[in-house]
């Protein structure tokens, strides 16, 4: 719970939990070496971050960020709430994988998407 927000639909603090809460001395599980982020930190990662293609968002990702930065967001019922499927032309390239460097190639594959 430690650094946790939680809002109401009208923006008002909402309970983190309910019920009998039991403190522990330790965290339960803590991965060597991770560093979360503080709570201030995560609307600006998520609007920087998010997508398959952060560097080449479309509408329907701007929408989303949107919706998000100005709490307005819901689990919608299907596509045609907000606007159906974008169409798209069909993109191709050939994909040339290295026998070796592997991973600092998928490391710069990646950054050229994010």
């Given at each position: 719970?430690?650094?946790?927000?939680?809002?109401?639909s009208?923006g008002?603090p909402?309970?983190?939990?309910a019920?009998?809460?039991?403190l522990?001395?330790?965290?339960?599980?803590?991965?060597?070496?991770?560093?979360p982020?503080?709570?201030t930190?995560?609307?600006d990662y998520?609007?920087?971050?998010?997508?398959?293609?952060p560097?080449?968002?479309d509408?329907?990702?701007?929408r989303?960020i949107?919706?998000?930065?100005n709490?307005?967001?819901?689990i919608?019922?299907?596509q045609?709430e907000?606007?159906?499927?974008?169409?798209y032309?069909?993109?191709?390239?050939?994909?040339?994988?290295?026998?070796?460097?592997?991973?600092?190639?998928?490391?710069?594959?990646a950054?050229?998407?994010?």
């Open positions: 719970m430690e650094d946790n927000l939680a809002y109401e009208n008002t909402a309970p983190l939990t019920g009998k809460i039991v522990l001395n330790e965290k339960p599980v803590w991965p060597e070496g991770f560093e982020l503080s709570s930190e995560v609307v998520i609007v920087n971050h998010v997508g398959a293609r560097k080449e968002r509408a329907v990702d701007e989303i949107q919706d998000f930065l709490r307005k967001g819901k919608i019922d299907g045609k907000v606007g159906g499927y974008p169409n032309a069909t993109t191709y390239r050939k994909l040339v994988v290295p026998d070796r460097g592997i991973e600092s190639w998928l490391a710069r594959f950054g050229d998407l994010e």
